[in-house]
């Protein structure tokens, strides 16, 4: 007997698809919203089932997220096996279809999107994961994201609503980019060196630190230390620390009156004159310029 196959009539199932009229206007904005923006997006519980085939593509990008059990997806002639914690990201104008696995049926978390941007943010995705199918870990505000578009766009098209939905979309795909990045303050960080090290170099913001003293705090030699550091951050360690000063700085010169040499102090720089120099170079004005022009 043939299993039967539905593309939605799932018991629970949410969806919305906004009226091509607002995406067409969305998509000839100049808003912010035009960039990337949601089409579609919906919520489709142990569905059983279900299936669905574009001979020709979708004309927006697709991203599916699995929560539960587990399905495949096959974009032009590749086969993607999803479980719990996998994610794809279909891009617009490629045949595929998807089904759903018929004794472990899915639960799934799914966007149409397109923009400007959207291109872009593909062609990033598919650098960092090898391709357009990966994992992330269980993270209760991935879904609290998701589930703040979707109410924003139940409650209609009004200008807020979009504009909402649209930038958490920005950070509910970067949450899938970037997962070690995502909800950070909640990250076991013990081992990682560089986040170990980032942490160092906050907890002695107030010091010169070297090189080697930083390489030290993580059990690694400078030159080791260092080519690890510039690959993950693309930066120095000694500039990225120099970054998280000037950070700082900027934070004094909003919120306190110190005068630049008290500030400099703070952050373990002698020299006022080049802290001054340092903060110019990265923020593009001088301390008194950043100051007032925060008033």
């Not at 899915?106 to 923009?115: K, L």
């Amino acid at each position: 007997m043939p299993v039967p196959k539905k593309s939605e009539g799932f018991q629970g199932q949410r969806s919305i698809v906004l009226p091509r009229q607002i995406a067409t206007e969305l998509n000839n904005s100049h808003s912010m919203a035009s960039g990337l923006y949601i089409t579609d997006i919906g919520y489709y519980p142990k569905a059983k089932y279900h299936y669905r085939r574009r001979i020709n593509g979708s004309e927006q990008h697709i991203l599916i997220y699995c929560l539960e059990g587990k399905g495949h997806v096959q974009v032009q002639k590749k086969r993607y096996d999803l479980q719990p914690g996998s994610f794809i990201i279909i891009p617009a104008g490629n045949p595929h279809n998807y089904a759903s696995a018929e004794h472990d049926s899915w639960t799934i978390y799914w966007i149409h999107f397109t923009g400007s941007l959207s291109k872009k943010i593909i062609e990033i995705l598919k650098q960092k994961i090898n391709g357009y199918c990966g994992r992330v870990a269980f993270k209760q505000k991935r879904l609290d994201l998701f589930n703040d578009m979707y109410a924003c766009l139940e409650r209609g098209y009004g200008t807020d609503n979009l504009s909402y939905a649209n930038m958490c979309l920005h950070h509910y795909i970067f949450t899938f980019l970037y997962d070690d990045q995502f909800n950070l303050a909640e990250k076991a960080l013990a081992d990682d060196p560089v986040e170990l090290s980032i942490s160092f170099m906050q907890q002695h913001i107030a010091k010169p630190l070297s090189l080697e003293a930083i390489a030290k705090s993580v059990n690694f030699s400078a030159s080791h230390f260092s080519a690890l550091f510039r690959k993950k951050t693309g930066f120095a360690p000694i500039e990225y620390f120099n970054h998280l000063k000037i950070q700082l700085a900027c934070q004094y010169l909003h919120f306190t009156e110190l005068r630049v040499k008290e500030i400099a102090d703070k952050l373990g720089i002698e020299d006022p004159y080049y802290f001054s120099r340092l903060f110019t170079k990265l923020m593009g004005m001088s301390p008194n310029q950043y100051r007032s022009s925060k008033l």
